[in-house]
T-cell receptor, first 115, second 110 residues
Framework: EAGVTQSPTHLIKTRGQQATLRCSPISGHTSVYWYQQALGLGLQFLLWYDEGEERNRGNFPPRFSGRQFPNYSSELNVNALELEDSALYLC??????????????FGEGSWLTVV | TQLLEQSPQFLSIQEGENLTVYCNSSSVFSSLQWYRQEPGEGPVLLVTVVTGGEVKKLKRLTFQFGDARKDSSLHITAAQPGDTGLYLCAGDRSGNQFYFGTGTSLTVIP
């Protein structure tokens, strides 16, 4: 079974440009989470999509946006890129368990570098 | 304010030593997960604990969920260089709200 897949692996953009990152959840998972992890820091929650709807967003400006498609894949868009947006962007999907609890599975991440 | 606090934030030990990482909160969680993340990669799930007081063992790693389901610990016996990485705890509250800890960066020196 394929895990969470993300693309591209690396992306270099110029300040002011837009970046689009993509994510495919594990087959059967309907929820997708996006996190930002700046170098040396913990995970900062960005966005949560479930069944095509945005369910929650973290404390990030509106230039961070995204959507979830009917096949549950998702994309994250970052507009008007700033240098501090340089980070590892992680996508995750959730397996809802009854006895085992809900578990979140991560992709390998997309490295975004803004120069 | 961070919902889950991990300690210590950084840990550097010699190969063969034992260590414990703590994940604490004032909130109750339905379940709690531990992840290990290596540089440049996504976090990899190590374990999920669900029941208060539960203890799970994964080779040299022992995970415990507090009785009140507010805290957890990860104990590593006889640490090896391959254990080096960022250890993250994550708590699941009802409604699929996942909260991540601040992380513990572990370095095991050969």
């Amino acid at each position: 079974e394929a895990g969470v897949t993300q693309s591209p692996t690396h992306l270099i953009k110029t300040r002011g440009q837009q970046a689009t990152l993509r994510c495919s959840p594990i087959s059967g998972h309907t929820s997708v989470y996006w996190y930002q992890q700046a170098l040396g820091l913990g995970l900062q929650f960005l966005l949560w999509y479930d069944e095509g709807e945005e369910r929650n967003r973290g404390n990030f400006p509106p230039r961070f946006s995204g959507r979830q498609f009917p096949n549950y894949s998702s994309e994250l868009n970052v507009n008007a890129l700033e240098l501090e947006d340089s980070a590892l962007y992680l996508c995750a999907s959730i397996l809802q368990g009854t006895l085992s609890g809900n578990t979140i599975y991560f992709g390998e991440g997309s490295w975004l570098t803004v120069v | 304010t961070q919902l889950l606090e991990q300690s210590p934030q950084f840990l550097s030990i010699q190969e063969g030593e034992n260590l414990t990482v703590y994940c604490n909160s004032s909130s109750v969680f339905s379940s709690l997960q531990w992840y290990r993340q290596e540089p440049g990669e996504g976090p990899v799930l190590l374990v999920t604990v669900v029941t208060g007081g539960e203890v799970k063992k994964l080779k040299r790693l022992t995970f415990q969920f507090g009785d009140a389901r507010k805290d957890s610990s990860l104990h590593i016996t006889a640490a090896q260089p391959g254990d080096t990485g960022l250890y993250l705890c994550a708590g699941d509250r009802s409604g699929n709200q996942f909260y991540f800890g601040t992380g513990t960066s572990l370095t095991v020196i050969p």
